[in-house]
């Protein structure tokens, strides 16, 4: 397939316009993970039509995708229509394989981060592949990494946790210090929220689980003391503008200050680590941006849309554009500047 530009004239990467750094696919089908890797619950896809399937989890539906997960061409039209210059792909959470061992979730990594590989590259010039890892397993995680980025790719992806290991495991701490070696950009994803009979409504899970997470995570990597001992050159984004951590800081920084019998090994307060780490700018309304922009500078936030599902924002940039409190400046740092600092571009 030929590779697919923008209709208008493009800006080119030394001038681009817009970057939208949390977005996903999904593949138009993929191996028997069952036959490739090993016995299992694992996920496969339900082709429903060429424009349509259903992720399953055995005889579970999961989540309805359509081409836009797997078809450059249809990302690049929206991209063209809403103004993006480039989008930062990555894998759906549900392929982690976090459960399994770290030898299964190794093969499974491969799989899928070849797929992303060829998902993005008619588009190669917007599409922007970022990987996944067998994060339970430090040293298939970083050989992963090393592979996928001399493969292509220019970033990963990783959950907020694994199973009850959250970001301040010494394991993962290993890996985001392989990391910040090697220049390799680190996008968090909030995934396998709580289960409760009172999440079951109203996607709740969703909807208060995983803004709860992120926010749970950013605090195992300032309370756990991540921070003091990854160096300042690793470049980390947690998605869902941060979830709820920028709203609670306050209550946070007086618990450091006010019961460090029990708060965290951090050798600073809270507010000390603010720029160490970025947000995206799913938050919908222009309040919640306002409050990340008060509370972590303008410099540490970064376009997204969550593309190309239903609880994303749409179309990309809504928010910002309706940001009248931002300068221009400090748009056009959202809009693209911090991140190519971030992508390295």
């Not at 593949?27 to 349509?52: C, H, I, K, N, Q």
């Not at 005889?59 to 081409?67: I, L, N, P, Y």
Request: proline share 7%.
């Amino acid at each position: 397939m030929p590779e697919l530009r923008r209709r208008a004239p493009g800006q080119g990467l030394n001038r681009v316009g817009t970057i939208d750094v949390h977005t996903h696919m999904v593949p138009f089908g993929w191996p028997d993970l069952s036959a490739e890797v090993g016995p299992g619950l694992w996920p496969r896809l339900r082709v429903d039509s060429e424009r349509e399937a259903m992720i399953m989890i055995g005889a579970r539906e999961f989540r309805r995708v359509d081409e836009r997960c797997w078809d450059a061409a249809a990302r690049v039209a929206d991209m063209d229509a809403e103004g993006v210059d480039l989008q930062v792909v990555s894998p759906t959470p549900v392929f982690f394989s976090y459960g399994k061992s770290g030898a299964e979730a190794a093969k499974v990594a491969r799989i899928f981060n070849d797929l992303v590989l060829e998902v993005c590259a008619p588009a190669r010039n917007r599409l922007i592949p970022f990987a996944q890892v067998p994060l339970q397993d430090t040293d298939a995680a970083c050989a992963e990494a090393d592979r996928a980025i001399a493969s292509g790719h220019a970033g990963v992806e990783i959950g907020n946790h694994v199973g009850d290991r959250d970001l301040d495991d010494e394991g993962i701490v290993t890996f985001l210090q392989h990391c910040a070696e090697r220049g390799i950009p680190v996008f968090v994803h909030p995934w396998d929220m709580p289960a409760s009979p009172r999440l079951d409504r109203w996607m709740a899970a969703w909807l208060t689980g995983m803004p709860a997470e992120t926010h749970l995570s950013i605090i195992a990597m300032i309370l756990g003391g991540v921070f003091d001992r990854v160096p300042e050159s690793l470049r980390i984004c947690f998605a869902h503008g941060g979830g709820s951590f920028a709203f609670w800081l306050g209550r946070l920084e007086n618990a450091w200050h006010e019961r460090r019998d029990l708060i965290g090994v951090s050798e600073r307060p809270p507010s000390h680590y603010l720029d160490r780490f970025s947000v995206d700018s799913v938050v919908f309304d222009p309040a919640a941006l306002r409050l990340l922009v008060d509370t972590l500078g303008a410099e540490q936030v970064m376009l997204g849309s969550d593309y190309p599902y239903p609880l994303g924002e749409r179309p990309v940039g809504a928010v910002l554009e309706r940001a009248d409190f931002l300068t221009e400046p400090q748009k056009a740092a959202i809009r693209s500047g911090n991140a190519r600092r971030f992508l390295a571009l």
